[in-house]
Every structure is written in structure tokens, then in C-alpha cells.
């Protein structure tokens, strides 16, 4: 029995306890959610697709960088407003939120990398979940995620504490980053960080526990263990997944209860790593990982290929080798050239989906 009928789990965007539960099983069954960065329609539905033919669970995601990018480049986007930032995440929010039922799998609908600089973005988003939850009885966005790992521990924990009063009463998902993941993506570069920041201690774990629980249960931790974004030589990142089992076991033994995976851990910077890593990452709790480089790589793939091969049709409206006057609309619609970028992307979501045991859950 597949996890929309064990679970009643409704398809579409989930929120509140749906995503509880979601996360709840994945993390007793031993499977992870890709969480794909989303920058435009096109590769909203490239990802949707492959899920669905996989029947897998989702996460779609807009970094800061890429909600702009959805409203459009020419938008201005100042420092204290995001503008650009705060209409294209509200825009990419309502466009899934109109698709994802057609393709009949549950969405998690997630922002990603807020970093403190970029707070007034979350303050802009959350405005408008508080007005759409007043309307409709959910928020607008499933979850959010802080990053504010290159605070101070204490500054990063309060900060979220105070995001999460917040979002509570909606029963939004939270998820915060405890540890710096290193490396460069979307304009946030760690790549001079001190290789011990890489590595989150047992103790912080517990620090983040003890102050969101009394709270709110909808949380998770992304926690440090030599993540690294980007994708790198053999060699150059070292990752540790054992020390998030180290950590629940920490958590368990504080909290004394029988749950011995009782954190929800995310996966950061995880695009190059092998498919073992992943797996041992999961087996120690964790329930989403992100996967943005190996995502536009894939995209850019098709479409790069398609130009190559289609080059002499390329070249100029009518004209090609078959003949001086034969049109070549057919190869410049971008709905011909676009697709091919979705379906590359499609293809590399679902081995994700395999790779990380979510494939056929449903």
C-alpha cells in the first residue's frame, strides 16, 4: 500500500499535518524527497513530470535568486523590500499550486537559503501566507527554510525561534541550517569557510530541540557534516552522514523516550555525491535533499544537444539543407527546443527519486 493511501495523503500542494506525515513516513521507511530548485513553469513541470511517472512524493523550491528570476529579470529587487524576490515567489507559489493536482502526486511547496541579509524576502512571503491563510485556512507556501548558519549559534536559533512563533499557528513547516555548507550557490559563497564550520556538533542539535519544541513539531534541522554545493573533483569533499546518527542519538538519549530518530534532518549541497552517501545519510534520518546543480546541468543538457544537432536550422528562419525555402519553425518554437531541456531534467529527477529510495511510494 503506497503512502496516498496509508497516509490519506491528498495530492497537490500538502501543508500542516499532510507534510507531518510525509516527512514522518519517509524518515520510518528509509526514503528521501528531492528538493528541486524551480526557476520558471518549464522546470516546474519537468520535475512534477517525473514524479509522477516514478509515483513519488515532490519538493519544489525557489531559492531568492530564482523567485526573481521567476517574475522576471528586468523586476527591481532592492535590499530592503525583494521585490522581485517576494512577487515571483508568490507567483511560482500560486502557478504549482494550479498544476500540481493534474499531475496527482503531493507537493511540498518550499522556499530555500534565506540568509539574514535576505530576511525582509521571508517577512514579504510570510505576509502573504498570513493573508492567504486567513482567507483559505493554510498558507500559501507549505514550508520555509533560514539559513542562518553564518550567524552566531545563539543569534541563529533565536532568529528562527521568532519565525517560528510565526508560522506555527498556520502549522507551517520550518527549516533551518545549523552549520555551514560550503562551496558557491545563488550568490551565497562559503568557499573559504574553515573546513571545522563544515561539521555541526551533537550539542547544537540539541540546543535547536530544546528551544523549538515547545513550539512547534513542524520543523527540521539542516545540520553540517562536510556538505559542500556545487559539484567537485573525486576527493575534494568529505562528506561524514554517520554523524547524524551520532546526533539522534545524542537527541534520543536527552529526550528518553523510544524514538531513536526523533530529528528530521535535510540534506544541503548534496549534488555529486554518490548514491552510497545518500543512502547512509537517510538511514540516519534524513527526509529531503537538495538538488539544484546536477538539476540545471540536466536542463541545459537537451536544449544544448538539440541546438547541436539542429544547428544548420538554426542559422535562419527559412533555409536549411533540405532546400533554400523550407521553413524552419518547426526547430526554433521554443516549445520544441524548451522541451528538450525538460526532458533531460525530468530524466535526472527520477533517478534522484530512485537514488534515494522515493521512487514508487505512492
Known sequence: ?????????????????????????????????????????????????????????????????????????????????????????????????????LYGIPVVLHTDHCAKKLLPWLDGMLDEDEKFFKQNGIPLFSSHMIDLSEEPVDENISTCVAYLKRAAPMKQWLEMEIGITGGEEDGVDNTGVDNASLYTQPEDIWQIEQAFRPISKYFSIAAGFGNVHGVYAPGNVRLHPELLGKHQAFVSEKLGGDDKKPVFFVFHGGSGSSKQEYLDAISHGVIKVNVDTDMQWAYLTGIRDYVTKNIDYLKTQVGNPEGPSKPNKKKYDPRVWVREGEKTMSTRVAECLRDFNAAGTL
Open 1 to 101: 500500500m503506497g503512502l496516498l493511501k496509508e497516509l490519506n495523503l491528498p495530492t497537490g500542494v500538502i501543508y500542516g499535518d499532510d507534510v507531518l506525515k510525509l516527512f514522518t513516513y519517509a524518515r520510518e521507511k528509509g526514503f528521501a524527497i528531492p528538493a528541486v530548485n524551480v526557476t520558471s513553469s518549464s522546470t516546474v513541470v519537468a520535475a512534477l513530470e517525473a514524479a509522477r511517472d516514478a509515483k513519488a512524493p515532490i519538493i519544489l523550491q525557489t531559492s531568492q535568486g530564482g523567485a526573481a528570476y521567476f517574475a522576471g529579470k528586468g523586476v527591481k529587487n532592492s535590499a530592503e523590500k525583494q521585490e522581485a524576490s517576494v512577487g515571483g515567489a508568490i507567483a511560482a507559489a500560486h502557478y504549482i499550486r494550479s498544476v500540481a493536482p
